[in-house]
């Protein structure tokens, strides 16, 4: 019997509306940066209960927000893989051949078109897929996966990689990656103006007709402003673990779902668990993508409160749990009725 | 006010209609396509089967037998009158093939034959190829047939002469046994007939 069916269709939906919820919860984000950057900066006030001055700099966030949302789901797979180095993959060698054959194999089995392949210089083994939809998905092998992992293994690591393609968490995930980026870009930008300006509020406001009588105002406001960079990055953050981990549990199942065989990505798992060797290239923004977290060199198998707060991945030991659970219910069903198996 | 009633009563149901026989036709296409990918793979693996016969046969002189039955299966396929003939021969192609790929694990000095390799990987990943896409069309026949059996759909079903697809039978073994890894390259890999490994 094969594992039940993935609803596709109902967790893309469950992605379009996630993906609106991303986009809107970063508008606003940037928004009240920009306004508290207005008001901090002066160019905008309240008089008597009114709003007086140009909010240049709310408008200009939300601008550059519109931009960074279109640019997330247009060009987020280039910028993603430009990020982390990668580079087409081609049949220059067997291995690579084996590689793209074994995508193949796994596109037919999930019935999507083969996604364009590319490999990244990495020792440590790992995987991820981007793209905006199935028929604009790019899925992202290093070297270290390719060198290490048999052709069973790989079957396993890519048919949970077509899985995330098949429901559009490669758009979410690949616009979180880019737009994460962005605000961690921003508000980083944001500490540096602070820095230069040593932090005096009103300098630029002179210039307008707002009140800059109010220094200690203008402190709060400095201060607001400082508390809201720094918390911008968390909240992204946040955003980008919560729309991630769940995931990778559905991914697993889909991946036993296309190659018939819970043993194959089990097997992928508990290799990469042994190996110890974090990715060079897995930056904050991107960590999220990867098929096991690039960062925390695999410590991440405890499961405490911060641990399911603040990582992007659910424990590696907690997944291949699953997966061995999977893999022995099958094993016994397919024994049953093949003594073959 | 009950005219207005009836008609929405009546408009409800002919949306119904048209969307239940919207996705009857959408789930036939997906059965033909799926068939026509399991026919793409099988008609690769006829052109692969000559290249791969005359590249082994030097190295493999004492398997006559199982070079002659692959070669006769394919001939057999390529030239079967119906699909139920070339679905046999089909099967039969398969269980050669894995018979060939099996004893070529005896012949060492076909490993460091590139020309060999490379067409034993090229056959690896169509025989995969083929049991994916045989999976999937399963997979899409399910769905259909689901829809073309269960009501209400059935009644539109069998109204408009939408018929449950039949599913795709290999060798008994298939259903159960995990995709082949046939790669000579991968240490310790045993061959199709190996024991699964845990």
Redesign the interface.
């Known amino acids: 019997m ?1 594992p039940a ?1 993935t609803d596709f269709r109902a967790l893309e939906a469950t992605n379009r509306r996630e993906t609106v919820i991303l986009v809107v919860v970063m508008m606003a984000i940037l928004v009240a940066l920009g306004f508290a950057l207005d008001v901090w900066a002066g160019s905008i006030a309240i008089v008597n209960g009114r709003l007086v001055g140009f909010p240049v700099l709310t408008i200009a966030a939300l601008a550059f927000g519109a931009f960074q949302a279109l640019t997330s789901f247009y060009a987020g797979a280039s910028l993603v893989l430009m990020s982390v180095h990668a580079r087409p993959l081609t049949p220059d060698s ?2 690579h ?2 590689v793209l ?2 995508i ?3 596109a ?4 999507l078109p083969v996604p364009t392949a590319y490999v990244m210089d990495d020792p440590s083994p790992n995987a991820f897929a981007t793209g905006r939809d199935p028929h604009h998905s790019v899925l992202c092998v290093t070297q270290g996966l390719i060198e290490q992992m ?3 293994e790989l ?1 396993g690591v890519i048919g949970h990689e077509m899985s995330h393609v098949a429901d559009y968490d490669i758009r979410t995930m690949t616009m979180v990656a880019v737009m994460v980026g962005g605000i961690a870009m921003l508000s980083d930008f944001v500490f540096r103006i602070m820095f230069f300006t040593g932090g005096r509020g009103g300098r630029g406001g002179s210039r307008g007709d707002s009140g800059n009588g109010d220094n200690g105002g203008g402190a709060l406001i400095a201060v607001a402003v400082i508390v809201l960079a720094a918390i911008a990055p968390i909240i992204s953050q946040l955003v980008a673990m919560a729309v991630s981990r769940q995931r990778e549990y559905l991914a697993d199942a889909s991946s036993v779902e ?4 819970p ?2 990505l089990l ?1 992928a798992l508990e290799k990469i668990a042994q190996i110890e060797s974090p990715l060079k290239e897995g930056t904050a923004g991107t960590a999220h993508l990867f098929i096991v977290n690039p960062r925390e060199g695999l410590k991440d198998d405890e499961e405490g409160f911060f641990d399911n707060l603040l990582s992007t991945h659910p424990p590696l030991s907690k997944r291949i749990e699953r997966l061995r659970a999977m893999a022995g219910a099958g094993a016994a069903e ?1 024994g049953a ?2 003594p ?2 | 006010m009950t005219s207005v009633v009836i008609l929405l009563i009546v408009l409800a149901i002919a949306g119904w209609i048209a969307s239940a026989y919207n996705s009857l036709v959408s789930l036939r296409n997906q059965v033909d396509n799926a068939w026509r990918q399991i026919d793409v793979q099988l008609k690769r693996r006829h052109d692969l089967i000559p290249n791969l016969v005359e590249a082994v046969k030097g190295y493999m002189q004492f398997e006559r037998e199982t070079l002659t039955q692959v070669v006769e299966a394919r001939a057999k396929a390529v030239s079967a009158p119906d699909q139920p003939s070339r679905m046999a021969a089909e099967t039969q192609l398969t269980t050669g093939l894995g018979k060939l790929l099996a004893v070529m694990e005896n012949y060492p000095q076909l490993k460091s034959d590139e020309n060999v390799l490379k067409l034993q990987e090229e056959l690896t990943t169509t025989e995969n190829q083929i049991a994916f896409a045989r999976q999937a069309y399963n997979d899409v026949v399910l769905g259909l047939n689901t829809r073309v059996q269960s009501f209400p759909s059935n009644l539109i079903a069998n109204n408009f002469g939408f018929h449950a697809a039949e599913y795709f039978k290999g060798a008994p073994e298939d259903q159960a046994v995990p995709k082949v890894d046939l790669s000579m390259s991968a240490p310790g890999a045993p061959g199709p007939s190996g024991p699964p490994r845990v």
């Open positions: 094969a069916a067997p291995a051949q084996t054959d074994v193949n194999e796994m037919i089995a999930s019935r048999d052709r069973e079957q296309f190659t018939r065989n043993r194959a097997r397919a009725r093949n073959r198996a």
